[in-house]
């Protein structure tokens, strides 16, 4: 058995979320289909650094499987794409060792959130931008996100429907850039807690807006309470952009 590391890009407009679910569209479900298919109808399980909502978007989802069949890293993602509806799509694929996990072995993961300030929607970006078209103060907001730096308890930031106990997680990078119309928010971290991302987002909105002094983010998250955080942003803007490992090849 080979043990291959698979990198993912996905549209999650159409899908009801990344893990598989007994009814609805799912990243999972599609690509496990297509292995079945290419190994006669071997049920094949695909494991990924981790789930992505409805309507959540992925530039560089990882997962991985273990195959008997013996095709050349180079020719999995031609094989898998040529199959994969056109909302997926396989980027690069390579053979790693046994010890490799796409969830465990993971290191650290970076989101891009994108928000459109235009005061019109664009018909074209709708289900993969945030329309936002309110007045916002970014240097309130770069000032807001760089209190989140660091090694903290953030159960403020997490869903409640969040069933991990440890919620202490370190925000290694978080970065506001504007170019024209398009906001986009880039957060790098140790690993992310259940909508954490949005809530991020949607916090750091309310601060733009001047509803929240970008001081009082060190309180909310002292606080440890989901009740003084900002409303949770929609997951259109949403991508997983990256999955960090110590070593690619471990």
Known sequence: MARMKVTV????????????????RTVQGTIQTVLQKMHKGEPVGIYASGRTDAGVHAIGQVFHFDTSMEIPSEAW????????P???LIRDVEMVSDSFHSRFSATGKEYHYKILRSMQPDVFQRNHMFHFPYSLNVEDMKQAASLFLGTHDFTSFSSAKSEVEDKIRTIFAFDVEEQGDVLTLKVRGSGFLYNMVRILVGTLLEVGQGKRNPEKITAIIKSKDRAFAGKTAPANGLYLFRVDYANKME
């Not at 996905?10 to 979320?17: K, Q, R, V």
């Open 9 to 24: 890009a996905y549209d999650g407009t159409e899908f009801a979320g990344y893990q598989i679910q007994p009814s609805g």
């Open 77 to 84: 993602g031609k094989a898998l794409n040529a199959m994969l």
């Open 86 to 88: 056109n909302d997926i």
